[in-house]
């Protein structure tokens, strides 16, 4: 098994002392107790030592193997060959957005003579840092309960982001630049305003470069539905109609058919690789051999692996967390009475519904439940959201009112039990 050199040890102990550090900045007092903190904090400092560990748990544990971590970190080092000697215009003409450009960050960190250790930690780490900012935003308009850990801890550490982002995969960047896309729609109060401006920028940046399909329409969810509050309807229905044009473009462009015969034409290397996984049962079979446009995309969201696809310890992971969540959302919004429509109103709950039909567009189009899964991160942020806010409020109605019951018990008791 390959060992971490003195490069990768740096990185981690830099990100050793960062953790901390980044908690304080996105988990503050009086915001959220000090218990919270310590507990997100050792949460985060818990991640960064499973960096190490996670290809041997994701291999013989839930039979996930690094295949295509494997494959990024091919290409990253023979780019890494062509900088060892120099050859820069070879490396500047590599760069596409997509996988070229991963493949040429990722040759940049080798470069500083980290190896994949390197990049799975810096992956951690961002993706840590991704789950801060949505806490720190869901914050911003209801504060979690100061007795009740599990929620807070649930945003921050959600398992599918934990394992698909604690890999040389693209997933932790972009969940990292989704929430700071996504954070635009959450209120934000003083100097933060620059800073969250500054972030969101370079989260655009990112998650276009790697992947513009899923961008695009985070970036037209969230423009659409802050451009509509400010009463500007021709200019956010111009910007919704970009959700579906560019989703029906895309499915003609992909000429999605999952048969055996075509698989989305992934390619030689990519069908090898489906095979190596086949005893995991992890290929979708959809109705009819093709899926239906949006619709296979909201069952893989929502419901996919079904209890009767479980063939692995991956696939019965996932399913468990996909199942919870959609139980949770739905119980939160059918026992939150009275407030639905006040929590409907908010502008990130417009975004996350918004940017929900986008990626189920695109959840549509694969061939099996590992890339779904995988692929479902980009959609993490806006679930969590859908879950927490619900939530969130019913706590927060139901402390008032005990709140003001004590007050008008205390205020309707004798002076002398005062």
């Keep these: 098994m390959l060992e971490p050199n003195v490069v990768d040890i740096l990185y981690f102990l830099l990100f050793l002392v960062l953790v901390p550090t980044l908690t304080a900045m996105y988990i503050p007092l009086p915001l959220f107790s000090q218990k919270q903190r310590l507990w997100v904090m050792l949460g985060g400092l818990t991640w960064m030592g499973y960096v190490y560990v996670s290809e041997y748990v994701s291999t013989y544990y839930l039979g996930v193997p690094w295949l295509d971590a494997n494959y990024h970190l091919h290409w990253a080092r023979e780019l890494l060959q062509q ?30 003579g980290g190896s994949v250790f390197s990049l799975v930690a810096i992956n951690a780490f961002i993706a840590f840092w991704g789950g801060l900012i949505l806490a720190t935003c869901v914050a911003s308009i209801v504060p979690f309960p100061r007795r009740k850990l599990l929620l807070l801890l649930f945003i921050v550490f959600c398992p599918s982001v934990i394992f698909w982002c604690t890999v040389n995969l693209k997933e932790a960047m972009m969940f990292w630049s989704i929430c700071n896309v996504f954070s635009i729609g959450f209120p934000v109060k003083g100097g933060s305003y620059v800073a969250r401006s500054i972030l969101a920028g370079l989260g655009l940046a990112v998650g276009s470069l790697l992947r513009p399909h899923v961008m695009v329409g985070w970036l037209a969810a969230a423009l659409a539905i802050l451009v ?5 309807k021709f200019a956010a229905v111009i910007l919704l109609m970009i959700l579906p044009v560019v989703g029906y473009g895309l499915k003609n462009l992909m000429k999605a058919d999952f048969t055996q015969d075509t698989a989305l034409a992934l390619g030689e290397t990519q069908l090898k690789n489906l095979s190596v996984i086949a005893h995991q049962g992890s290929r979708i079979q959809y109705t009819g051999g093709k899926p239906i446009f949006f619709i296979s995309g909201f069952l893989s969201a929502f419901f996919r692996p079904f209890p009767w696809e479980i063939r692995s310890a991956s696939t019965l992971a996932g399913s468990m967390e996909t199942w919870s969540m959609t139980i949770l959302i739905i119980y939160g919004w059918m026992s939150v009475g009275s407030a639905r429509r006040t929590i409907l109103k908010l502008p990130c709950v417009q975004i996350a519904v918004l940017a929900c039909i986008w990626m189920c567009i695109l959840l549509s189009y694969f061939p099996n439940e590992g890339l779904m899964l995988r692929q479902r991160v980009q959609m993490i942020p806006a679930l969590l959201v859908l879950v927490a806010l619900p939530i969130l409020v019913k706590n927060y109605v139901a402390e008032r009112n005990r709140a003001v019951r004590r007050q008008a018990a205390s205020a309707s008791a004798p002076a002398y039990a005062r």
């Design 83 to 112: 900088l060892q000697v120099g050859n820069w215009r070879f490396f500047v003409s590599y760069f596409k957005p997509g996988n070229s450009a991963y493949h040429c960050y990722s040759a940049l960190v080798l470069y500083t």
């Design 228 to 232: 509509l509050r400010r009463g500007k």
